[in-house]
């Protein structure tokens, strides 16, 4: 669109920066909501790039360290929101490989062991026991914990929150 009033594509895509980081595909995506042409679009998103302002492995990264650390996401989340951002697999791998697995069990089961003080279930009951079972291991699925690891979490923290039991 050569004739368009309002903001240009790189003043758009500034402003959507100002706000977070996003992806190339992001990016991409909003400026031709905004019905740019492809060409100035692709040419906004190559400035970006050139000007360190657009990077994918970067925004992947800072993703990954945000999401798991801050918001107490497993891997199957975060690969799940990188792929909806636009995200390549092969970035989406790298950025998951730093991920250390001890840290990410080390965060489930602190999930799981704040989630089950919080319960008033009575582990010494069956039927309470299994329903604390099927609300930590939704809770840890749901935040997109591997389900090998949800369920060992899970029984770990049922042992460890159950003395005797």
Known sequence: MSDRTGPSAWDVALRLLGVRARSRAEIAERLARREFDEDVIADVLDRLAESGLLDDDEFAH????????????????????????????????????????????????????????????????????????????????????????????VAETLRQGAPGA
Do not use: C, N
């Not at 996401?73 to 790298?94: H, N, S």
């Open 62 to 153: 800072e993703w990954v360290q945000s999401r798991h650390r801050y918001s107490g996401r497993g891997r199957v989340a975060l690969r799940r929101e990188l792929r909806t951002k636009g995200v390549d697999e092969e970035t989406i791998d790298t950025a998951l490989a730093e991920i250390d697995p001890e840290d990410e069990r080390a965060q489930a089961m602190t999930l799981a062991a704040k989630k089950l003080a919080s319960s008033s279930l009575d582990l010494s009951d069956r039927d309470d026991r299994a329903k604390a079972y099927r609300r930590l291991a939704g809770l840890l699925g749901r935040r997109g914990f591997p389900p090998e690891m949800v369920s060992s979490v």
